[in-house]
């Protein structure tokens, strides 16, 4: 193949993945001018899975054959969930954008990057997004019970409803799980949540502001594309930028096939295990980027994560109704070891979905005469929490951060070589131990039964959704594989904008740092070729995200 000129590259960019980190940079850059391919290596999702048969698995092993909703990355001692589809980690994360407290940056970061610097970028995130918090009359049992714990410890100070990606009709009442699903709608015609409890799984009513919607579909009003099932294998050197290689997915015929792109610059945001890879992948098996530091794959961290399960008999909690997560108590203070926050947890509505699909869509169509009494049933169905007196309390805390990716080899695949995690739980036990003691509290003074927690107990097993690290800022190569800039070091105009590069846990949900990140390194690669960028002053948006018209931030 032969190697394309400079001119043909010129102002080329290549976004791998479409999540917080890789539509914040595809839209920042293509509004300004760029030519932007977005490669995702999930489906463009048009109708979110909800039936048994539905693709729900991605395997990214074997991509033609598991090509769906979430993958589910299974590790002694720790199992990661991550998201597959344009639009990243919105479609299936619990809405909330939260600004990480100032503590976080005062060691471990780049001393370029501050929490005030991070600010402006911070405010741009929120104005995009169209945050919102939980109006007060539409608060569900979870948030009341919440903030009943946090009143009974002596922590009322520390209650807060958290900022969410989400639309809410102020002027309407919370929609009764019992009775009312009908959709509701804004008075400019668009959709607000009718708290199903889907958040997780996808919100079929589009009341979340999901990257799609904002980000992404700015992106694409500027002339960017983006590529679907393109899988990103390893990136290498040529002429005047890089060759990305991928596989491109044929979920039809269960196949895949080889392809390259070429472009002056890359943009690596395909979370901090897909980055991670790619980079391993191209440095140790393909050795088409020798130079990445060896610090690539430490400091990895779960950012905390932690659920704990409680029974409230005689009290109706109904964890599959409403926003996933709306509150939170906060016990990040900078003097406090450990540090975390709790929040309410929701349980996604599995079951209910599968039946109301058989109610519905199976026995409606095949017995039309039957459809008042399958009407009937299908609200009875709609009215049913299996977990009704369950209560998920969830937490994110500032763990150890010591794990570390790496490509290996396991005893039953030897010829394969994959993407393996060694986390030893000895550094993040005092955190873990304490968002226990801290939940055993707030079940007892609210009269709840605490479930076990064996899986850490016994085995020091956890799961988390929110990784993070791999890829991590630094000062040199012998602390980092990016500087402040997010290139990677002895790689110019290689970049990584995701969660890979946040140097350590950020003790609650991470969505908007990452975000705020990519927007800082999108900021520099622009003011660096000579863009003049303006932040607007501070406002709050309310309502169209994808209406909202705001240029880039500044860098710090």
Same mark, same amino acid.
């Given at each position: 193949m032969s190697e394309p000129s400079r001119s043909t590259l010129e102002k080329s960019v290549v976004v791998v993945g479409s999540g917080f980190g890789g539509c914040v940079t595809a839209c920042r850059l293509a509004e300004a001018g760029y030519h932007v391919t977005v490669l995702e290596r999930g489906r463009e999702w048009t109708r979110y899975p909800r039936k048994v048969n539905d693709p729900w698995i991605f395997d990214s092993r074997k991509p033609e054959k598991w090509n769906g909703w979430v993958e589910f990355h299974i590790w002694r001692k720790m199992v990661v969930a991550t998201g597959a589809g344009v639009g990243g980690g919105s479609l299936i994360y619990a809405n909330l954008s939260l600004v990480a407290p100032e503590s976080n940056f005062q060691q471990g970061w780049p001393k370029e990057i501050t929490y005030q610097g991070l600010l402006p970028h911070y405010d741009e995130v929120g104005r995009v997004l169209g945050l919102e918090v939980l109006p007060d009359n539409q608060l569900n049992a979870r948030t009341r019970l919440v903030r009943e714990g946090a009143e009974a410890i002596g922590a009322g100070a520390r209650f807060r409803k958290l900022d969410l990606a989400v639309r809410f009709a102020k002027d309407f009442p919370a929609p009764d799980p019992r009775r009312d699903t009908g959709e509701r709608f804004l008075a400019e015609g668009q959709k607000q949540c009718v708290h199903c409890g889907n958040c997780d799984l996808g919100c079929q009513e589009n009341a979340k502001n999901t990257l799609d919607f904002n980000y992404l579909k700015r992106a694409r009003a500027a002339g960017a594309e983006v590529r679907s099932l393109h899988q990103v294998e390893y990136v290498e050197p040529i002429k005047g930028g890089y060759r990305v290689h991928f596989w491109v997915i044929d979920p039809r015929r269960h196949a895949r096939k080889r392809g390259s792109i070429d472009a002056e610059r890359v943009v690596l945001a395909a979370g901090s295990l897909g980055?991670?890879?790619?980079?391993?992948?191209?440095?140790? !098996?393909?050795?088409?980027?020798?130079?990445?530091?060896?610090?690539?794959?430490?400091?990895?961290?779960?950012?905390?994560?932690?659920?704990?399960?409680?029974?409230?008999? !005689?009290?109706?909690?109904?964890?599959?109704?409403? %926003?996933?997560?709306?509150?939170?108590?906060?016990?990040?203070?900078?003097?406090?070891? %450990?540090?975390?926050?709790?929040?309410?947890?929701?349980?996604? %509505?599995?079951?209910?979905?599968?039946?109301?699909?058989?109610?519905?869509?199976r026995l409606g169509r095949a017995f039309p005469p039957l459809r008042p009494l399958i009407e009937k049933r299908m609200e009875q169905v709609r009215a049913r929490d299996d977990s009704a007196h369950t209560m998920p309390w969830f937490a994110n805390g500032v763990d150890g951060s010591d794990g570390r990716l790496r490509l290996g080899r396991r005893w039953y695949t030897p010829w394969r070589r994959e993407l393996l995690l060694n986390w030893n739980p000895a550094k993040s036990a005092e955190l873990i131990d304490g968002i226990i003691a801290k939940h055993k509290e707030l079940i007892k003074a609210t009269g709840g039964e605490r479930r076990s927690t064996w899986t850490w107990d016994l085995f020091r097993w956890l799961i988390t959704p929110h990784p993070l690290g791999g890829c991590n800022l630094g000062n040199s190569p012998a602390d980092g594989v990016v500087d402040h800039r997010g290139q990677v070091f002895e790689y110019p105009n290689l970049y990584v904008a995701d969660g890979a590069v946040i140097p350590e846990a950020v003790g609650l949900n991470p969505s908007r740092t990452i975000a705020a990140v990519a927007e800082r390194i999108a900021a520099i690669m622009l003011e660096e070729d000579g863009h003049r960028l303006k932040v607007r002053a501070p406002e709050k948006i309310v309502g169209a995200p994808e209406t909202v018209e705001t240029p880039a931030a500044p860098a710090a």
């Open positions: 980055s991670t890879e790619i980079l391993l992948r191209s440095r140790d !098996q393909h050795r088409t980027l020798p130079r990445i530091s060896r610090f690539l794959g430490h400091n990895w961290s779960s950012n905390g994560d932690f659920l704990t399960l409680a029974d409230y008999p !005689q009290r109706q909690i109904d964890p599959s109704f409403g %926003p996933t997560i709306s509150c939170g108590i906060d016990y990040l203070d900078a003097d406090r070891t %450990p540090r975390f926050i709790i929040e309410d947890g929701g349980l996604p %509505p599995v079951l209910r979905n599968f039946r109301l699909y058989l109610w519905g869509n």
